[in-house]
C-alpha cells in the first residue's frame, strides 16, 4: 500500500507545539559523562515524527555569585566590575534528537554529553560554581511531520520561537563527571611539555603522573 503524499502546512494548520525541560539527572551507565534532561513535547495535532535541532545555551547573567565563584570565574569573564560587558550567554552544545510519534503530548530523554577539559568555556564555568543552578537556555528548530485536520500527512518547521529554560543543579554536573572520573581532574598540555614530563617521569624512575606532578610540586615548594 503507497504512502500518503506529504504535503508543506499552510499558515493556518501549522501545529502549535510546546516544549519544556522537566528534570535532570546524571546518567550511571554512559560511554562518557552524560546527563539525561527530560524533554517533554506537546502538540495540539496527532506528531508522526519530530526531527529536532537543539542549542543548549548558558545564561550566566540569571543567577548570582558569591566571592568564591567571583575568583574562580575571573579566567573567563574578567573582575567582577567588568561583568557589566563580559558576563553574556555562550552555547554549550549542540545536538540532534528524533522523536516518535505521538499525540497530545510526550516525554523523552535528551542526552548531552560533559566534558571536563578546563580549557574548554564550559566546562570552566560549570567547575568554578560552588553550588545553586546553572541557568540553560534550550532553543529548538527542525522538521515536524504531523497530520492535519483531514488526517494528511504535512511537514513544517519547527517555528524559531520554540525555546525552554532550566536551572540545572551544579551538583548533577558533578555527579556525571565523577561517575567516569572518581576524584580526578584533567589537565591538557602541550606536545613538548608533555615529552619534557615523560622524560623526567623516567629519570625519576616514578611510577605515575600523579607522582610525577607531586615530585614537581614538592620540589618548587620552599
Known amino acids: 500500500m503507497a504512502s500518503p503524499p506529504i504535503s508543506l502546512a499552510g499558515t493556518q494548520s501549522l501545529p502549535r507545539l510546546t516544549f519544556a525541560i522537566e528534570s535532570a539527572d546524571a546518567m550511571r551507565f554512559a560511554a562518557a559523562p552524560t546527563i539525561a534532561f527530560a524533554l517533554a513535547v506537546g502538540s495540539d495535532k496527532p506528531v508522526r515524527s519530530l526531527s529536532l535541532n537543539v542549542q543548549v545555551r548558558i545564561v550566566p547573567t540569571r543567577r548570582g555569585y558569591d566571592e568564591g565563584d567571583q575568583e574562580r570565574l575571573v579566567e573567563l569573564f574578567g573582575t567582577p566590575e567588568r561583568w557589566g560587558e563580559t558576563l553574556h550567554g555562550f552555547l554549550w552544545t549542540s545536538t540532534t ?99 619534557r614530563l615523560v622524560a623526567y617521569k623516567g629519570r625519576r624512575t616514578l611510577p605515575t603522573w600523579e607522582a610525577t606532578i607531586t615530585d614537581l610540586l614538592d620540589r618548587s615548594e620552599p
Not at 570552566?124 to 560552588?130: E, I
Open 97 to 195: 534528537h528524533v522523536i516518535p510519534p505521538f499525540q497530545g503530548s510526550t516525554q523523552v530523554e535528551l542526552p548531552i554529553s560533559c566534558t571536563y577539559d578546563l580549557e574548554v568555556g564550559a566546562a570552566k564555568y560549570f567547575h568554578a560554581l560552588g553550588d545553586g543552578d546553572v541557568p540553560l537556555e534550550f532553543l529548538f528548530s527542525g522538521t515536524v511531520f504531523y497530520l492535519d485536520e483531514d488526517s494528511a500527512l504535512r511537514t513544517a518547521q519547527v517555528p524559531w520561537d520554540c525555546e525552554a529554560r532550566f536551572g540545572l543543579p551544579v551538583r548533577i554536573w558533578r555527579l556525571a563527571i565523577e561517575n567516569h572520573f572518581p576524584g580526578s581532574a584533567w589537565l591538557r598540555v602541550r606536545r613538548d611539555v608533555f615529552d
